[in-house]
C-alpha cells in the first residue's frame, strides 16, 4: 500500500488550493451518502500523528492515519488533477 500525488495534482494544491512547502495534507475517509460506495476520500491541512502511509512531493507531505487506512483495502492510492479537480484513483 503507497500513495503517490501527480505533479499536476500538487501544482493545483499549490496555486489553487494555497498549500505551501512544509504543509501536511491529510487524507481521510468520510461518509458521503449513499449509492455504491458510501465513502469517499476527503482532504484537509493537518499534522500527521499516526500515519499509515506518506508521502513528500515537491515539499508538501501528504498523509492517512492508521485509523483511515482501511479504505484503501491494501491498494495503492493515486491523487491526481483532472479538469482542475483533484481525483484518488485506486
Same mark, same amino acid.
Given at each position: 500500500?503507497?500513495?503517490?500525488?501527480?505533479?499536476?495534482?500538487?501544482?493545483?494544491?499549490?496555486?489553487? #488550493?494555497?498549500?505551501?512547502?512544509?504543509?501536511?495534507?491529510?487524507? /481521510?475517509? $468520510?461518509?458521503?451518502?449513499?449509492?455504491?460506495?458510501? /465513502?469517499?476520500?476527503?482532504?484537509?491541512?493537518?499534522?500527521?500523528?499516526?500515519?499509515?502511509?506518506?508521502?513528500?512531493?515537491?515539499?508538501?507531505? /501528504?498523509?492517512?492515519?492508521?485509523?483511515?487506512? #482501511?479504505?484503501?483495502?491494501?491498494?495503492?492510492?493515486?491523487?491526481?488533477? $483532472?479538469?482542475?479537480?483533484?481525483? /484518488?484513483?485506486?
Amino acid at each position: 500500500m503507497k500513495m503517490s500525488v501527480t505533479p499536476a495534482a500538487t501544482a493545483l494544491f499549490k496555486q489553487e #488550493w494555497g498549500f505551501k512547502n512544509d504543509d501536511s495534507v491529510r487524507i /481521510f475517509v $468520510r461518509y458521503s451518502g449513499g449509492g455504491e460506495d458510501a /465513502f469517499a476520500f476527503g482532504i484537509m491541512k493537518d499534522t500527521a500523528r499516526y500515519p499509515a502511509v506518506k508521502t513528500v512531493e515537491d515539499g508538501i507531505t /501528504f498523509y492517512m492515519e492508521e485509523n483511515d487506512a #482501511w479504505y484503501m483495502d491494501g491498494k495503492d492510492l493515486t491523487i491526481d488533477c $483532472r479538469n482542475d479537480h483533484i481525483v /484518488f484513483l485506486r
